[in-house]
C-alpha cells in the first residue's frame, strides 16, 4: 500500500473520527484536549496514589493465601466458607483492623450501616453525628424521620452538631454534645449529595482524637462510602473502630453485584455478624454464593477503578468551572471521594448534562433519561446510568434534582476513557441543547 494510503485509513480511524461517529463534535474534543492537558500533574498523583493502593491490595492477598479454591460455590448454612472467611481477612488486612465483614447479604451501603449501628447501640445509649446530618436514607435508620424499625423504636437517642459556616467540626460544641449515653460516633467521609466539603482522612483523625480524648470508649464509626482507595490511608488508619461501604461503589471495583463490608475492631465486627444472622450463629453461617471470584477480583481492580473516577471527577471540575460554572470540589482542590457536583443554575443545564452521560454508556445508550417524580424526594429527579450493575454508582452515573441551585452530582467510570467519552459527551449535549456556547 501507498503511504498516503496507510496515511488515510489512520486518520479515518482516528481518535478525533470515532468520538464524531459516537457524537462528540470536533470542538468539543479539542476544548477537552486543551483541559486535559493542563491535568498531567493531577493525574500523575492519582496515579502514585493507585500504584500505592494496588500494591496495598496484592500484598492482603497474598499475606492471606488467596488461592483458586476460595472461588468455590459455596451453598447452605455456609460453615467453613473458606473464600468468605479469607475474603473478610483480606479487607482487614486493607484497612489495617482486626476483623471485616464482608458479604452479599449486606445488600446495600445503607444496610451495612444500619447493621454496624444496631448491632453496637443498646436501649438507652446515644448515637452522636459531629458532623451534620448524615446521608438521606440514614435519616431513617436513626429515626431522625419517623420510620419502622429504626434505632429511635428501639430506644436509642441521636443527637447531632452541624459544621461550623467554613465547614471544620464545631469542637465546643462536639465536647457539650457528649454525654454519659454517648455510646457512638458516626462521622461521614463523603459530602454525598450536601454541599459540604468531603473531609480528608486526616481531618476525620483530628475529629476522633478529639472524641476518644474525652471519653476513649466511645466507638468511633466512619461512612466510607465513595472514599475507599482514593487516598493511601483509611479511616481505620487514624482510629476509627469501624469502617464502613457498599461493595456497589468503590471496593467492588465494579464488579461485584452486590454486597457491603464492615472492617474493624474484632468485638464490634463480632455483633454484626450476630446481628446480620442470629445470635449464637454469627458470621459462622451466611454462604457465599458463587460471588466470591467477583468480590476478590473487584476488590483488585478497585485502586485503578477509583483512580479512573477520580480523574473524570477532576477531569469534569477543570471543563466546567472553565466555562463559568460553580462546581465543588473546585478544578485544583484535593480530592476526599470520587463525587463531583456541577451548578447550572437552570434545568436545561441538568438535563442536557444526564443526557450526554446516558449517551456514553456502554448499556442503555439509546434511552433519554427525563426527570420524574421520584419517592422520597420533594422535586422532580433525573438519572442518567448505563450500568453493567443495577444501581452501581462506581460505574459512572449522574443525576440531579430539578430544583435550584440546579446542580447536577455525578461520579464514576469503570475506566478514564469511558469517564472522559461521558464528560465530552454531556459538554456536547449541553452545546448541542445551546445551554454552552464554546
Ligand atoms: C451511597 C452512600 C450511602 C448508602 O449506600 P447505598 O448503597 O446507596 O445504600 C451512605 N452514605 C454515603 C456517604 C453514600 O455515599
Redesign the pocket.
Known sequence: MMNDEINKIKADNSVASLYEELGVRREVLRFGREIEAGLKERFLAIDETAEYNQLKVIHAMQKNQVSEGCFHYASGYGYNDAGRDTLEEVYASVFHTESALVRPQI???????ALALSANLRPGDELLSPVGK?????EEVIGIRPSKGSLAEYGVSYSQVELLPDGTFDYENIKKAVCKKTKMVTI??????QTRPSFSVGQIGELIRFVKDIRPDIICMV?????EFVEVIEPSDVGADLVV??L??NPGGGLAPIG?YIAGRKDLIEACGYRLTSPGLGKEVGASLGVMQSFYQGLFLAPTVTAGALKGAVFAANIYEKLGYPVVPDSSESRH?I?QAVTFGKPEGVIAFCKGIQAAAPVDSYVTPIPWAMPGYDSDVIMAAGAFVQ?S?IELSADGPIKPPYAVYFQGGLTWPHARLGILMSLEYLVREGVVVL
Open positions: 445488600t446495600c451501603g445503607t444496610h451495612a450501616l448524615p446521608y438521606d436514607t440514614l461521614q467521609r463523603s459530602k454525598g449529595y461512612d466510607n462510602c465513595y472514599g461501604g457498599s456497589i461503589k457491603g471521594d463525587i444501581g454508582s
